[in-house]
């Protein structure tokens, strides 16, 4: 079983910047493939940014790409979300999610969710 605890979110004006951070603990790191969600309300949970086991292609949404930078740390069993630029239509709750897939294609196959960390930007 695998845990993860966010940390980082809150409130912020619209072109300013915050950075969310992943604790993952339970199992080897590196054989977990990690990302970012999101979901506003009255909307579907989408794919921020990911990537595979370490090593793997980083993924972004179009919707963030050139803003917002994925990061992991084997060492520590982290992932961060640096988000900069930030738009008022980036408000949602964010959730780290892991996968035991090499290279997830889908929300489905994360297996792991943390309990989400609200980013709210104001305009």
């Known amino acids: 079983q695998v845990q993860l605890v966010e940390s980082g979110g809150g409130l912020v004006q619209a072109g300013g910047s915050l950075r969310l951070a992943c604790a993952a603990s339970?199992?080897?790191?590196?054989?977990?493939?990690m990302g970012w969600f999101r979901q506003a309300p009255g909307k579907e949970r989408e794919f921020v940014a990911g990537?595979?086991?370490?090593?793997?292609?980083?993924d972004y949404a179009d919707s963030v790409k050139g803003r917002f930078t994925i990061d992991r740390d084997n060492a520590k069993n982290a992932v961060s979300l640096q988000m900069n630029s930030l738009k008022p239509e980036d408000t949602a709750v964010y959730y780290c999610?892991?996968?035991?897939?090499?290279?997830?294609?889908?929300?489905?196959?994360?297996?792991?969710w943390g309990q989400g960390t609200q980013v709210t930007v104001s305009s």
């Open positions: 339970g199992r080897t790191f590196s054989y977990l493939s």
């Open positions: 999610a892991a996968s035991n897939s090499p290279r997830p294609a889908s929300t489905r196959q994360y297996d792991y």
């Open positions: 990537f595979g086991w370490s090593g793997g292609p980083t």
